[in-house]
């Protein structure tokens, strides 16, 4: 059975330069069986209500400003998986988490840059599902849990975000052994407590980690992982590092 992950996408200039993290997705999607399909839970399409892409052919979106311009002639052309749509919405509403299918949501930066790493003949079908940001974590463990039965028909189940994210505090000049202690100690808390599976703590991390608002002015970047977490089972660390002093790469896995 696959498992469920959470990937820190960092910047999407990963796309092109995928540093440390590249070699990690690589390897990490080597090592697992080849999914029938993908289903991504991306922190860049927050919504209010449960969406999921319903398009044969989703187009890729540069959802970005200001990057190269070879990064917006980067393309991932995975087909969709409209069937699996409407078994996402099923099981969703199932759960009572009311969905229905978007049929011209194109695929976010949040899903086609790390897939691109991990999967770039981009053969497997993908579908995104939205982020009711507004509903927080509870929701994604939630959605997690309601979808988690995928993983045994062969669905790679994916929570792109970041395990810290503070744009506005990065040094741009850091080299890659420069850490911020307030973004280490977040970081190393949620590992803990994942390691503890205290899902209490995790869902209250706002209150109760160290740093959380600073490590994250708001936690759409944080949601995915709570995704990844309702998914899976035992906690593992597929990848750790940090980009820019602040910028959180981990990888983690739910088995």
Same mark, same amino acid.
């Given at each position: ?13 990963? *796309?092109?330069? #995928?540093?440390? %993290? ?6 990490? *999607?080597?090592?697992? =069986?080849? #999914? ?5 839970? %991306? ?48 099981? /969703?509403?199932?759960?009572?988490? #009311?969905?229905?299918?978007? *049929? ?9 840059? =790390?897939?691109?790493?991990?999967? =770039? ?15 927080? =974590?509870?929701? !994604?463990?939630?959605? @997690? ?14 929570? %792109? ?30 590992? *803990? ?23 994250? #002015? ?21 990848? !750790? @590092?940090?980009?820019? @002093?602040? /910028? ?8």
């Amino acid at each position: 059975m696959l498992p469920s992950l959470f990937i820190s996408h960092g910047s999407p200039m990963l *796309a092109l330069q #995928p540093g440390a %993290s590249g070699p990690a997705l690589a390897g990490l *999607a080597n090592a697992l =069986p080849q #999914p029938k399909a993908i289903v991504v839970v %991306s922190a860049h399409w927050e919504s209010r209500e449960l969406l999921v892409t319903g398009s044969q052919q989703p187009e890729t979106w540069h959802d970005f400003h200001g990057f190269p311009q070879a990064l917006y002639a980067v393309q991932y052309p995975a087909p969709g998986a409209p069937a699996l749509a409407e078994q996402v919405c099923a099981l /969703l509403g199932a759960a009572g988490l #009311p969905a229905r299918t978007d *049929a011209h949501r194109p695929f976010d930066h949040g899903a086609w840059v =790390p897939l691109s790493l991990m999967y =770039p003949g981009a053969n497997i079908p993908v579908l995104q599902v939205s982020l009711p940001s507004q509903l927080g =974590p509870a929701l !994604q463990l939630k959605v @997690g849990q309601a979808l988690a039965g995928l993983r045994a028909q062969g669905v790679l189940l994916v929570g %792109s975000g970041s395990i810290t994210h503070n744009l506005g505090e990065l040094d741009w000049h850091a080299g890659p052994d420069v850490i911020e202690p307030w973004a280490l100690a977040f970081r190393d808390w949620v590992v *803990a407590r994942l390691q503890e599976d205290d899902r209490d703590a995790l869902v209250g991390y706002r209150q109760a980690a160290p740093f959380a608002v600073r490590n994250h #002015p708001s936690d759409e970047h944080l949601l995915p992982l709570f995704f990844a977490l309702g998914a899976g089972g035992t906690f593992g660390i597929v990848h !750790q @590092g940090f980009t820019l @002093g602040a /910028l959180g790469m981990d990888i983690y896995r739910f088995d």
